[in-house]
DNA sequence: TTAAGAATAT
DNA sequence: TATATTCTTA
């Protein structure tokens, strides 16, 4: 594992996680909000459903966050004390309960985080941290592990991979830590950024931007400085998307614009075949979308109008910035 | 030093 | 082709 592919981990997107929470709404709530910053969100009302889902291996997940008070079943705790021991995930613990035994519970039996309700936009896009943090310490973990098998010289234990855990709800756990992780790189591997798609609704609400600004100005020749992918992005106010996002898009609707007032205008030259012929006709993306009504935009308009209950909302406009760009 | 816009890569 | 990344310029 290179250092590279760690910080692939340095921010939010398409991190998986499993949220536990025993009430739907507030469930649903995390989840949204969770969407927000394009975490990969798996739902689970009760720490066994939760359990099961980590141990049979279907989906694999980056991060738990999970409430501590849980009607029946098992509590909060012991939830997190068997995930401690089974896996090396981390687990953000999201709560009402302000107590401060309960936190210091939480957090020496291992909880990354402890978040206090209601939870907060910032707490979450910060939330990668912790996934980070794991990673890096695993990718210390094998480079001693692997110079150990080179034969080099080991101050600390003699090796010992194996750890061997009892669980109160389903019996002793043998863990294979080495084998674990390499699993864990490959599948680090496999989580592959996602690449954007411009849908309607996010199209719509770049139009909506590049009209509030005015057309832009084809020759830079004049001054006011208009649809900018810069502007452009601040206007939109999608908080995962990048400048360069908009700047890619940008540099394509211009194009296609060019294309289209090719048929009008004289001054703008077309683009020719051989034969002299006009070529390259409309891209359908960029014809008249149709208006987008509240109604019908689902997620990305939730953005804008989402509530969360308390002090209604929100989509800070600092976004993420992601260190490797700068 | 930042960001726009073009060019190029995937 | 659509989107990302890199390069050049201001």
């Excluded at 234990?157 to 019996?171: A, H, I, P, V």
């Excluded at 950024?193 to 830079?220: C, M, P, Y």
Aim: hydrophobic fraction near 35%; glycine fraction near 4%.
């Amino acid at each position: 594992m290179k250092l590279s592919s760690i910080e692939a981990s340095f921010n939010p997107h398409g991190l998986r996680a499993l949220i536990v929470d025993h009430n739907p709404t507030s469930l649903d709530l995390l989840s949204k909000m969770l969407q927000v910053y394009r975490y990969q969100v798996t739902q689970c009302r009760r720490p066994r459903e939760a359990l099961s889902l980590i141990r049979n291996g279907q989906s694999k997940f980056d991060i738990v966050i999970s409430g501590v008070n849980f009607s029946s079943d098992m509590n909060g705790v012991q939830f997190l004390e068997i995930i401690n021991c089974e896996t090396d995930l981390p687990v953000v613990i999201v709560s009402a309960d302000d107590r401060k035994d309960t936190i210091i519970e939480c957090v020496k039996k291992g909880a990354c985080a402890y978040l206090q309700k209601p939870v907060k936009m910032e707490d979450l896009q910060l939330l990668w941290q912790h996934v980070a943090r794991k990673e890096m310490l695993r990718f210390r973990q094998m480079k001693h592990i692997d110079s150990v098998e080179n034969g080099e010289p080991d101050s600390s234990n003699g090796g010992e991979d194996k750890e061997f855990c009892g669980s109160s709800d389903g019996g002793p756990v043998l863990v294979d830590r080495r084998r674990k992780d390499r699993e864990d790189e490959q599948d680090k591997v496999e989580r592959k950024k996602q690449r954007l798609v411009w849908t309607d609704e996010l199209h719509q609400l770049f139009l909506d931007a590049v009209e509030q600004l005015g057309i832009n100005s084809l020759n830079s020749l004049d001054q006011s400085i208009k649809a900018v992918p810069k502007k452009v992005l601040e206007l939109m106010n999608v908080p995962w998307l990048t400048r360069e996002n908009v700047a890619s898009h940008l540099q394509k609707y211009r194009l296609n614009l060019k294309k289209q007032s090719g048929h009008v205008q004289e001054s703008i030259p077309v683009p020719t075949s051989d034969s002299g012929v006009s070529i390259g006709s409309h891209d359908e993306l960029f014809q008249t979308t149709p208006l987008v009504t509240e109604l019908q935009a689902p997620l990305l308009l939730d953005h804008y109008y989402m509530d969360l209950g308390s002090n209604s909302i929100l989509i800070p406009n600092d976004r993420f910035h992601d260190p490797d760009h700068s």
